[in-house]
């Protein structure tokens, strides 16, 4: 046997008693694992992502970067005693809106998505949250989310925004 | 532990060794008289910054800064989701805005106020029907004629209108409804344009009285579906510069009895277009004697016009040439979400950040001059006389 071949078997001696069979086939599975869940981990594709900050989720209410607050300049109502669609309580929504057309990434359609702001109380605070994608300004009311949509209530004081699905959008 | 016998034995023996130390001890301080500070004389470099209090908003305000001392002069209150802008003489601060009877809930109250800019009090104010626009802020929610004998504030109930006032009598004069175009652009006398979905600008002529005299329609000079106009109009010599999202800039002529449009021109390459955008809830500034455009840029999507520049470009009015790219991460600065620039011989750039810093800049070569870096919550309009 040459010094080579002696090498090889120490170093393969040394490997087997340091580790079982069940360990390798366990490493060998967290890897193939890993192998299959990474396609579905989220992609950071947000334009305000910062390094170091938590992964963008698309489907967590909430995240900013959940789909349907494309085109929404607020406070989340999901982070403020609310849902995506329920205004926190004490509180009351608006009867006018902006709209906006955002993606949804888990059908792949298209949906008209209605932003709605809670009203009532003073500034929710907790998740401010801007995307703005196919905003436009006030000139074009139905698509601005710099108006304060409560104006019209009884009480016209902001606390946060819901968004709620209004439809499919049309093509 | 020692006796208090003995610690008074030590300082009589120090009183004795060292007679002057005890005799040398500095005097009490006297007594002090509560005063109110004065603001000194008005300078060419003093701000207003406009602090949108995002996280509180029914606690909004206005600070007075100064440009070359660095410090905080005083401060405007303004409540509730509120616009301002200076008289054009810059001794009146005026504020739109929005009260309710018990502090966050209750009875809307929309006024006007004015403030003494000398002051910094109150003077007094105009109650208005409640459908003053409560919108972000720019610089035609709220405006003076030519005058000042006219004031002009922007409605959005959301059907869109205007309310002419009478600042020296503190009255409301009337409502002048502007078919859905919305603002108030001041010219002339008593002329005010409005921006329309259409791309066109609703010019209507007033007589002293606040009364309508005519109105008409612009050529549209913008589509608002390909590529819209930020509403932040920046003064020019002869009218205001509007932006657009994709970075063209449409100059308007508001010196004659209707607006004239200029050919637009664009901040970016055909290469840089779509990629490079300005963005920011300030977007430009202009020197008019130096003829150099700063507008905030950064690298970004459809949907991202609210976001700040990363860096400052620097335009020629005359050439539309750009002269410089000052990066502003480098000095530690965060976006530029507002700008403005002192109009003097010697003058003065300030830009606020995403973060609530703001930076005195030398708009001749970009040099950084000082960084406050906490001046209150949102910054995202700033005034010069």
């Known amino acids: 046997m040459g010094p080579l071949d002696r090498l090889f078997e120490e170093s393969s001696r040394q490997l087997a008693r340091r580790t079982s069979r069940r360990s390798v086939l366990a490493t060998l599975g967290r890897l193939l694992t890993g192998a299959a869940l990474l396609p579905l981990l989220p992609i950071d594709r947000g334009s305000r992502a910062h390094a170091g900050e938590p992964a963008p989720k698309a489907d967590n209410p909430e995240s900013c970067e959940y789909w349907k607050y494309c085109a929404i300049d607020g406070y989340l109502c999901s982070c403020c005693g609310g849902t995506s669609t329920a205004c926190p309580p004490g509180t009351a929504p608006s009867p006018i809106s902006w709209v906006g057309t955002c993606h949804n990434p888990a059908d792949g359609r298209d949906y008209m998505v209605s932003y709605n702001d809670c009203c009532g109380k003073t500034t929710c605070g907790t998740c401010d949250c801007t995307r703005s994608e196919g905003e436009r300004p006030m000139y074009r009311p139905s698509r601005n989310n710099d108006l304060n949509w409560c104006m019209a209530n009884a009480d016209a004081n902001y606390h946060c925004t819901v968004s709620v699905i209004l439809g499919v959008a049309e093509k | 532990m020692v006796s208090s016998a003995r610690w008074l034995a030590v300082w009589r023996l120090a009183a004795v060794l060292l007679p002057g130390t005890l005799a040398a001890a500095p005097p009490p301080l006297p007594a002090e008289h509560i005063s109110v500070q004065q603001l000194p004389p008005s300078s060419h470099h003093w701000v207003y910054v406009f ?101 002009y504030v922007s409605y959005v109930t959301p059907a869109a209108s205007f309310g002419v006032l009478d600042p020296v009598k503190k009255t409301v004069l009337g409502e002048i409804d502007t078919a859905g175009c919305v603002l108030v652009i001041p010219s002339g006398t008593y002329r005010v344009s409005s921006i329309c979905e259409s791309g066109r600008l609703l010019t209507v002529s007033l007589d002293a009285a606040g009364k309508e005299l005519g109105r008409a329609m612009s050529e549209p000079f913008f589509d608002a579906d390909r590529d819209p106009v930020f509403v932040q109009g920046i003064p020019t010599a002869r009218g205001y510069a509007f932006l657009s999202f994709l970075g063209q800039v449409h100059e308007i002529d508001f010196t004659g009895e209707q607006p004239r449009i200029g050919a637009p021109w664009s901040l970016v390459t055909a290469a840089e277009r779509g990629v490079w955008r300005p963005g920011a809830q300030q977007v430009g500034a202009i020197h008019i004697g130096l003829g150099r455009l700063y507008v905030p840029m950064h690298r970004g999507g459809e949907g991202t016009h609210k976001d700040g520049g990363t860096e400052i470009w620097v335009y020629d009015t005359a050439t539309h040439r750009r002269v410089a790219r000052w990066p502003m991460a480098t000095h530690g600065l965060t976006r530029i979400i507002a700008v403005q620039v002192s109009q003097d011989d010697a003058p003065v750039l300030f830009a606020a950040t995403d973060s609530a810093q703001l930076a005195v800049i030398d708009p001749r070569d970009g040099h950084i001059r000082h960084i406050e870096k906490h001046f209150g919550q949102t910054p995202w309009q700033m005034l010069i006389p």
């Open chain 2, 51 to 151: 602090d949108d209090a995002f996280a509180n908003e029914i606690d909004m305000r206005v600070h007075l800064y100064d440009g070359d001392h660095y410090r905080r002069l005083g401060q405007i209150d303004a409540g509730y989701y509120s616009s301002f802008n200076l008289s054009p003489d810059g001794a009146t601060t005026v504020v739109a805005t929005t009260y309710f009877a018990r502090g966050s809930r209750g009875t809307r109250t929309d006024v006007v106020e004015f403030t003494d800019n000398h002051t910094l009090a109150v003077t007094g104010e105009i109650v208005l029907p409640p459908k003053r626009a409560q919108t972000l802020p720019t610089p035609f929610n709220l405006a003076y004629s030519g005058d000042a004998r006219l004031l």
